[in-house]
């Protein structure tokens, strides 16, 4: 059987030379893990948010000594394609597990992997423990992590969000209290001579741990209703501050809604992303060409979405696909500016409209889905009808996940089912990330 070394592709470098190869010019602009080999061997292995500029930057001139020997040394590149920056960090970490590459700093060679755990105190901890150490002292575990610079980076993206304590109460504040990454410190709130002030920081720091909990369970949605909700009874009570808090919240999950790939998979086959991409594809193509929904190429699939709340502030997405992959350079927000808010119809007719005005200089999609059933396919074709543009469109239902094809609801499973409901969940976001700046400007002064 072949390693996962042996799998890779490699991209042959000219050892000792720094000149830019011309392969890197057409790396994707998307999340991965790159591999620098010497005869075969991988020397070290980096995690990128976007592979076609951090791989560039290893041919920049001005590098440190140590990086610039190893680039060097290199005679070979590989990279691995994931769906997002935490599958990033978890392959990078268990490649640099596996292999022990060179140039890396920081190789992992732990025997017990790290469980993130939140403690029983009075005001819980959010720490990290080795699987050895687990206990009944802690009310909740996550894990396991397989390198401990992974763990940190996940909770240092979570504490950005949901400032938490990682310390023993002590006389005075924490470092981090500072920064607002401990806030309320647990250490300050023992301190506070007011009773009511005490509760409520008390409150406040508890609802953080249990965000915090929601987070590391996967119900980010469930999350994200719940602070939707919080921030628009705050703004009627006028607590402006507060609401502006619970935007910033919002505005920084987004990250997190993404769906994880195990990294055992990546380690079987290196070229997943890419063959998972092509089934979806090509299996979605099969359904609709069965319901007589002739497609010549799935290459670019936009999706739009309708947001409003209890009928104000309507907004739009557009988010855009090409070969099953998320393009942002074609993602499109819409202000609703003549339906009535909460009509999805109208809104739909009339985002249409504005889309056939850009077919042009945006280009011309080869599948739309909207998000909604046969009502809101029906707004959207209406106006490609009158505008006598043949591009198909078909609607994705909730519950259970069907495909709305003119009068056929088709049941979703597998590979179709992932990739359509992968390009709604994104529509979804976009059409969310943009109300919540629009509703937060109406109900939360500057």
């Not at 075969?40 to 001005?62: E, H």
């Not at 755990?117 to 080795?130: L, M």
């Not at 005005?357 to 059933?373: E, N, Y």
């Not at 106006?383 to 994705?396: A, E, T």
């Amino acid at each position: 059987m072949q390693s996962l070394v042996e799998k890779l592709t490699k991209i042959p470098l000219k050892q000792g030379q720094r000149r830019k190869p011309s392969v890197v010019y057409s790396l994707p602009e998307s999340a991965g893990v790159y591999v620098f080999f010497k005869d075969g061997l991988p020397i070290y292995v980096g995690k990128a948010i976007n592979l076609k500029r951090r791989v560039g930057s290893y041919f920049d001139l001005d590098l440190e000594v140590k990086t610039d020997r190893m680039v060097k040394e290199a005679t070979d590149l590989s990279f691995i394609q994931v769906a997002s920056e935490l599958e990033a960090l978890l392959l990078e970490a268990r490649l640099i597990r596996k292999y022990m590459p060179h140039y890396n700093i920081e190789a992992k060679d732990d025997k017990h992997p790290l469980y993130i755990v939140i403690t029983k105190e009075k005001y819980p901890r959010v720490t990290t423990v080795r699987k050895i150490d687990l206990n009944k002292s802690f009310s909740s575990s996550f894990g396991p992590f397989p390198a401990g610079g992974t763990v940190r980076s996940v909770l240092k993206m979570i504490r950005r969000i949901f400032p938490f304590s990682d310390h023993k109460l002590g006389k005075r504040g924490c470092l981090y209290s500072h920064i607002g990454l401990c806030d309320p410190c647990p250490s300050e709130i023992l301190n506070i001579k007011n009773l009511k002030l005490k509760i409520q920081a008390g409150q406040k720091y508890k609802k953080n741990i249990r965000n915090i909990k929601k987070i590391l369970d996967g119900k980010v949605n469930n999350l994200q209703r719940d602070l939707e909700k919080t921030m628009a009874n705050l703004s009627k009570q006028q607590m402006y501050e507060e609401a502006k808090i619970v935007r910033d919240q919002l505005e920084r999950l987004g990250y997190i809604t993404q769906p994880q790939m195990p990294i055992d998979f990546y380690m079987q086959n290196p070229n997943l992303y890419e063959d998972v991409r092509k089934k979806e594809l090509s299996e979605l193509s099969k359904i609709l060409n069965s319901s007589f929904l002739i497609l010549n190429s799935l290459h670019r699939i936009e999706c739009f979405d309708i947001a409003h709340l209890a009928g104000s502030s309507p907004t739009a997405s557009m988010v855009t696909f090409i070969n099953g992959e998320a393009d942002k350079t074609f993602y499109r927000h819409f202000k609703i500016k003549k339906a009535k808010g909460g009509d999805d119809y109208d809104s739909m007719r009339e985002v249409a409209k504005r889309r056939m005005g850009h077919l042009g200089d945006w280009g011309k999609p080869d599948l739309i889905i909207v998000d909604g059933g046969a009502g809101q396919v029906k707004a959207f074709s209406s106006i490609l009808l009158d505008n006598k543009v043949d591009i198909p469109v078909v609607g994705i239902a909730k519950n259970p996940d069907r495909l709305i094809v003119g009068d056929e609801k088709i049941r979703l499973s597998g590979a179709p089912l992932a990739l359509v409901s992968r390009i709604r969940d994104e529509a979804h976001r976009f059409a969310r990330r943009y109300h919540h700046k629009l509703v937060s400007r109406e109900l939360i002064p500057k």
